[in-house]
């Protein structure tokens, strides 16, 4: 059987987080870049999908491919490391200067591989800016003014929607991040993972690497979004209830039914994946 039971899974989990704290800068930068192209890469093959069926599910069924290779490629995604560290240092696994440090570099990293295949996907959708209309551009301008400009325009309420959105829509990727524990199998991984991550797609909740791509790209491709549209009605309120879905509704309370079974031992580092058990972390 290759199924890890729940208990198991959590102290694997735990044991993960406090790994990814001890990454040095460089690898946590270049693992975030290539996270953040991942699921730009990801976003544009679900709107494809979407275009060609006109049936937004279909979209959502394709998006997790992009969180299935970072997940198994043991990639830096911050707002899976929303729940990871968190449960790490509620452990006593990491320290608090750990999780922040971490965070900050993966945010970057993320958001510097979004730009990037923004910028790329832009030159190949528009050729180079000679093309200003089409099905692609379209979708991603709508999709971004309705992350932005649609907010904007009820206020207040806006920025609660985008935040709740938010909140729900992390509830169900760091279960993603997760659940790759469940299975020592690699198709058992993809299965599990490929559920939460499409839950949150079809919905249309909001996540934060994701608007890293889309928002920046439709800025490009000519949306009428300011850069503080992006990162007043979007950006910063969604990383929050990002970090709020993972931590609270993901790390905090799957530690609690099962912190029978937490690790005792105070800041100790355990590897990950466990492959690399016996072997430098670094």
Same mark, same amino acid.
């Given at each position: 059987? !290759?199924?890890?039971?729940?208990?198991?899974?959590?102290?694997?989990?735990?044991?993960?987080?406090?790994?990814?704290?001890?990454?040095?800068?460089?690898?946590?930068?270049?693992?975030?870049?290539? +996270? @953040?192209?991942? =699921?730009?890469?990801?976003?544009?093959? %679900?709107?494809?999908?979407?275009?060609?069926?006109?049936? +937004?599910? #279909?979209?959502?069924?394709? *998006?997790? $491919?992009?969180?299935?290779?970072?997940?198994?490629? @043991?990639?830096?995604?911050?707002?899976?490391?929303?729940?990871?560290?968190?449960? %790490?240092?509620?452990?006593? =696994?990491?320290?608090?200067?750990?999780?922040?440090?971490?965070?900050?570099?993966?945010?970057?990293?993320?958001?510097?591989? +979004?730009?990037?295949?923004?910028?790329?996907?832009?030159? #190949?959708?528009?050729?180079?800016?000679?093309?200003?209309?089409?099905?692609?551009?379209?979708?991603?301008?709508? &999709?971004?003014?309705?992350?932005?400009?649609?907010?904007? +325009?009820?206020?207040? !309420?806006?920025?609660?929607?985008?935040?709740?959105?938010?909140?729900?829509?992390?509830?169900? #990727?760091?279960?993603?991040?997760?659940?790759? *524990?469940?299975?020592?199998?690699?198709?058992?991984?993809?299965?599990?993972?490929?559920?939460?991550?499409?839950? *949150?797609?079809?919905?249309?909740?909001?996540? %934060?690497? &994701?608007?890293?791509? $889309?928002?920046?790209?439709?800025?490009?491709?000519?949306?009428?979004?300011?850069?503080?549209?992006?990162?007043?009605?979007?950006?910063?309120? #969604?990383?929050?209830?990002?970090?709020?879905?993972?931590?609270?509704?993901?790390?905090?309370? =799957?530690? $609690? &039914?099962?912190?029978?079974?937490?690790?005792?031992?105070?800041?100790?580092?355990?590897?990950?994946?466990?492959?690399?058990?016996?072997?430098?972390?670094?």
């Amino acid at each position: 059987m !290759d199924y890890v039971k729940p208990t198991q899974l959590i102290e694997d989990v735990a044991n993960a987080g406090a790994y990814k704290s001890t990454l040095k800068i460089r690898d946590i930068l270049i693992k975030g870049i290539l +996270s @953040g192209a991942f =699921l730009g890469f990801a976003t544009t093959l %679900a709107f494809t999908a979407t275009i060609e069926t006109n049936l +937004s599910i #279909v979209g959502a069924l394709v *998006f997790p $491919v992009g969180f299935v290779l970072i997940l198994l490629l @043991g990639l830096e995604l911050v707002t899976g490391n929303f729940a990871m560290l968190p449960l %790490a240092r509620i452990r006593g =696994l990491t320290a608090n200067k750990n999780v922040v440090y971490n965070f900050f570099w993966a945010f970057l990293g993320n958001l510097i591989g +979004s730009l990037l295949y923004g910028f790329l996907f832009y030159i #190949v959708a528009t050729k180079l800016g000679h093309v200003t209309q089409g099905a692609m551009i379209d979708k991603i301008i709508a &999709v971004a003014e309705g992350k932005t400009i649609a907010y904007k +325009s009820i206020g207040g !309420d806006g920025l609660i929607v985008a935040f709740t959105k938010a909140i729900l829509c992390n509830w169900m #990727v760091t279960l993603g991040a997760f659940m790759a *524990f469940i299975s020592s199998s690699t198709i058992g991984k993809i299965a599990a993972m490929w559920l939460p991550v499409f839950l *949150f797609f079809a919905h249309g909740f909001e996540h %934060a690497v &994701v608007n890293m791509f $889309v928002i920046p790209t439709a800025i490009l491709m000519g949306a009428d979004i300011t850069l503080g549209d992006w990162w007043i009605w979007n950006q910063i309120p #969604v990383t929050i209830g990002n970090f709020i879905g993972g931590f609270i509704f993901t790390a905090l309370a =799957l530690h $609690v &039914v099962n912190k029978k079974t937490a690790t005792q031992t105070k800041n100790v580092f355990v590897t990950y994946p466990p492959a690399l058990k016996g072997k430098e972390m670094n």
